[in-house]
């Protein structure tokens, strides 16, 4: 069974810093492209980005709203998934998902941009 | 970036209904797109992919068709778990974009 498990959401100030992880299981991590996707209160989805395979070094997309400010990364040896947010906006408030291949998703964890 | 404007917005439905979703793209998306089912609280869920596969374990009343620009979530006889609210996403380009969602509430 997929299972993929967030972790580091909490309260951090305007232009704070914060690390989510990701950590997966059931399946063969290395293998897979993996997403970050986020969900503003009462909003829709947003994809935020992904990091691509080591097949194809690992490179990763953003979206607009983030490049720049956030960086995907993983370690295959670890089957985890990470994301760091710099620079952090309070419109960066909201639950994200860490997705394997855009098809599984885990719970969530909620990250609050606030002073 | 490709714009997915999905409607409607919200719908009304009883369940044993048929309820139609549809998404359209700004260009064209070949049939790189997929529908997900969110519930409160809840991660999304996967229900197609590549416009018109059923994800493996999705009841046989959910299909989608489509190809293009244009793209259509069925949900053939609408039961009490569906209720829920239903998001596109298409993966042709950079970046991945869903379209708004559609509630589907009970009559």
């Known amino acids: 069974e997929v299972q993929l498990v967030e972790s580091g959401g909490g309260l951090v100030q305007p232009g704070g810093s914060l690390r989510l992880s990701c950590a997966a299981s059931g399946f063969t991590f290395s293998d897979h492209y993996m997403h970050w996707v986020r969900q503003a209160p009462g909003m829709g989805l947003e994809w935020v980005g992904h990091i691509r395979d080591k097949a194809k070094s690992y490179t990763t997309e953003y979206a607009a709203s983030v490049k720049g400010r956030f960086t995907i990364s993983r370690d295959d040896s670890l089957k985890s998934l990470y994301l760091q947010m710099n620079s952090l906006k309070t419109e960066d408030t909201a639950v994200y998902y860490c997705g394997r291949s855009a098809a599984d998703w885990g719970q969530g964890t909620l990250v609050t941009v606030s002073s | 970036d490709i714009q997915m404007t999905q409607s409607p917005s919200s719908l009304s439905a009883s369940v044993g209904d048929r309820v139609t979703i549809t998404c359209r793209a700004s260009q064209g998306i070949r049939n790189d797109l997929g529908w997900y089912q969110q519930k409160p609280g809840k991660a999304p869920k996967r229900l197609i992919y590549a416009a018109s596969s059923l994800q493996s374990g999705v009841p046989s009343r959910f299909s989608g068709s489509g190809s293009g620009t244009e793209f259509t979530l069925t949900i053939s006889r609408l039961q009490p778990e569906d209720f829920a609210t239903y998001y596109c996403?298409?993966?042709?380009?950079?970046?991945?974009?869903f379209g708004g969602g559609t509630r589907v509430e009970t009559k």
């Open positions: 996403l298409q993966y042709n380009s950079y970046p991945l974009t």
